[in-house]
Nanobody, 115 residues
Framework: QVQLVESGGGLVQPGGSLRLSCAAS????????MGWYRQAPGKQRELVAA???????NYADSVRGRFTISSDNVKNTVYLQMNSLKPEDTAIYYC?????????WGQGTQVTVSS
């Protein structure tokens, strides 16, 4: 089992920044991928950004150049730095851990971009 605890969501004005954190514990393993997904009202959950245990990153086209995913392997924590936020970034953001065909999810954190 893997436990994921997210933090850092909130309300921000357009053009602002937020940083999300996801602390992982349990059977994390040495080879895995972690990522951030988001789900807006009435829409499907979508991948925002992901990072492997080897440091390879992947971004959705809609956030590339604005968001940065990083990890601290000592703290078992993944971060999502979100800059130049837009109203369309408003969603619940979920942390995800993938390993050996298993998916684990955090409880989600709300990000609202509004003036």
């Amino acid at each position: 089992q893997v436990q994921l605890v997210e933090s850092g969501g909130g309300l921000v004005q357009p053009g602002g920044s937020l940083r999300l954190s996801c602390a992982a514990s349990g059977s994390i393993g040495s080879i895995y991928a972690m990522g951030w997904y988001r789900q807006a009202p009435g829409k499907q959950r979508e991948l925002v950004a992901a990072i492997t245990s080897g440091g390879i990153t992947n971004y959705a086209d809609s956030v590339r150049g604005r968001f940065t995913i990083s990890s601290d392997n000592v703290k078992n924590t993944v971060y999502l730095q979100m800059n130049s936020l837009k109203p369309e970034d408003t969603a619940i953001y979920y942390c995800n851990h993938k390993r050996l065909g298993l998916n684990y999810w955090g409880q989600g954190t709300q990000v609202t971009v509004s003036s």
